[in-house]
């Protein structure tokens, strides 16, 4: 049966007046929407109980499955308000297909994606008055899964919660997109062969944190993974993936390869990418590669991309060794940037049936 995520009958919200100083300032991921999303699962039953609900905390016993062997999987995507006052979400599908096989990779039961779908509009359109209006301002939205159970044998969860909740958020550069440079990571991996890279689960994230942090030490503003076998083949840096562009207009990014996530902006990227001359090639590469490539000229530009982001051009690479400068200026990287969220904010057409209207 599937899920319904009926909107209360009474909801309560925030003043209006509170909601916009919130608008006028509002960071990423420091305030929250009125309410949110709430199923819960177990192995008898499946997926039940479904409900929004006032924001709240969700309690957890000390021995909660999910705070001892971290079997949880989440999302980001978010909700863009048009110039005629129209709300949209972007591939809100493709998020919700990713969840499905992140659920499988840690043993958690995968939300079909209609329910996903229903979830996320149901609570869009409920606290619709949260989607701000600002230049590059949007509704942030973070579904998540995890075990519920207080349990503290090592086997996958019986019991399990579903929730998504909001947050509006402003222009993530807020003094516009800048190039950054990466420390390439070569003693600590993100992931390795047949672990859990291709999904989004806050494992891989907490395994880049260290090396983050060492990398702002050096000055570097994140940080770019190579594969943990060889330490030779590039992966993505700690939330994002990487491309790069060539002299003869490739756009090259290493291929999905079970250790890399499959971004939802880099899948979009690719696909935009003939329309602004530029050939998409799926492939490894090898950090030698992109050397000689800077030396040459024949990489010219690079970016990394996610939904936080878009895109952020990348000035330079370093290691231990030195300093890698890029030659050319992130004119086509910033092309493809302002192609992509003149989509997502409704000031071009959208051809491809990408965008998905909630109100």
């Known amino acids: 049966m599937s899920l319904k995520f009926e909107l209360p009958e009474n909801p309560s919200f925030l003043a209006d007046d509170a909601i916009a100083t919130i608008h006028e300032n509002p960071g990423f991921g420091k305030f929250f929407t009125d309410h949110m999303a709430v199923a819960d699962w177990n192995h008898e039953d499946g997926w039940k109980n479904d409900r929004l609900v006032p924001y709240s905390p969700v309690a957890m016993d000390p021995a909660g499955a999910v705070y001892h062997y971290a079997q949880e999987v989440f999302e980001g995507m978010k909700a863009y308000r048009h110039a005629d006052g129209s709300v949209w979400l972007f591939r ?9 096989d992140s659920a499988k990779r840690l043993a958690l039961p995968a939300l079909p994606v209609e329910d996903y779908l229903k979830a996320v509009e149901n609570l869009v359109k409920l606290d619709e008055r949260w989607v701000p209006g600002g230049e590059e301002q949007s509704l942030y939205i973070r579904p998540f899964e995890m075990a519920n159970e207080d349990f503290l044998g090592v086997r996958p969860a019986e019991t399990v919660v579903f929730v998504v909740i909001c947050s509006p958020v402003g222009a993530y550069f807020s003094g516009g997109v800048h190039a950054v440079d990466i420390w390439v990571e070569s003693q600590y991996a993100r992931v390795a062969v047949g672990g859990t890279g291709s999904a989004k689960c806050g494992g891989n994230y907490a395994a880049s944190l260290l090396p983050q942090k060492l990398a702002e030490k050096k000055g570097c503003s994140q940080v770019l993974f190579l594969d943990a076998a060889e330490h030779r083949w590039l992966e993505e840096l700690g939330g994002m993936n990487i491309c790069l562009i ?5 756009l090259v990014t290493p291929e999905l390869n079970g250790n890399i996530l499959p971004g939802v902006t880099r899948d979009s990227l690719l696909q935009l990418a003939p329309d602004l001359g530029l050939t998409p090639v ?26 936080a982001a878009v895109i952020t051009p990348i ?8 300093v890698y400068a890029f030659k050319g200026e992130p004119k086509k990287s910033l092309e493809l940037r302002n192609y992509l969220i003149d989509i997502q904010y409704g000031r071009v057409e959208d051809t491809r049936g990408w965008m998905h209207r909630v109100v």
């Open 246 to 250: 060539t002299n003869n207009d490739e």
């Open 282 to 307: 799926e492939r490894p590469v090898s950090y030698e590669e992109v050397l000689n490539g800077i030396e040459s000229g024949a990489f010219v530009e690079a970016f990394a991309c996610g939904t």
């Open 315 to 322: 000035a330079s690479l370093q290691d231990a060794d030195g």
């Open 92 to 100: 809100p599908e493709r998020n919700a297909a990713r969840m499905a």
